[in-house]
């Protein structure tokens, strides 16, 4: 079956970038989404389509995906972006939705 | 803005069945296909059903598939989730997820509700 995988955990200090990455065999031709859960709320759509942002998300958020490895970008991090990530994919020969594991990202 | 507020959750025996229920609002609801997803204490999302515009097209995970039932009625704006022979495992807060698209297929989800918390008990 098709498994997404994702650092537990990445730390970042306030105003550097953060990446975090989604990692899955040619995950490259599938089309991937990203959501951030903060603690006690529910997922929020950050980038779809591997490198699209809805609207009212900050341009700080950005997306890519290439060969193995599909990455969120957050560039400029503050302390509102402390959350948890999760990549998400649709995996047709299950037609199953699968998410990865999910990341905690940590603001120092 | 859309809007979706789950409800029906509780707590109950191993064994027992329960019935989720989410009211949409805000959005033409029949438009677009639904989701359940599912979170543990502390764990991760878990995709559980998906269903289409139109019931034509309903999919389950592996783990829920034969116990579950997905189900929407668009004249009354609301999706279900019908929860036969539960267990421990299926501990969790239960999101009702809003597809951007007509059919459950690729596309992301774009409007999650605040979730509805079921417990089963041995």
Known sequence: SYVLTQPPSVSVAPGQTARIACGENNIGTKSVHWYQQRPGQAPVLVIYFDSDRPSGIPERFSGSNSGNTATLTISRVDAGDEADYYCQVWDSSSDHVIFGGGTKLTVL | ?122
């Not at chain 2, 707590?11 to 019935?19: A, D, E, I, P, Y």
């Not at chain 2, 997803?37 to 598939?65: C, F, H, M, T």
């Not at chain 2, 004249?75 to 421990?88: H, I, V």
């Open chain 2, 1 to 122: 803005e859309a809007q979706l507020v789950e409800s029906g959750g509780g707590l109950v025996q191993t064994g027992w069945s329960l019935r989720l229920s989410c009211a949409a609002s805000g959005f033409t609801f029949n438009d677009y296909a639904m989701h359940w997803v599912r979170q543990a204490p502390g764990k991760g999302l878990e995709w559980v059903s998906g269903i289409s515009w139109n019931s034509g097209s309903i999919r389950y995970a592996d783990s829920v598939r034969g116990r579950f039932i997905i189900s929407r009625d668009n004249a009354k704006n609301s999706l279900y989730l019908q929860m036969n022979f539960l267990s421990g495992e299926d501990t969790a807060l239960y999101y009702c997820a809003k597809d951007t698209n007509s059919l459950e297929m690729a596309s992301p989800f774009d409007s999650w509700g605040q979730g509805t918390l079921v417990t089963v008990s041995s």
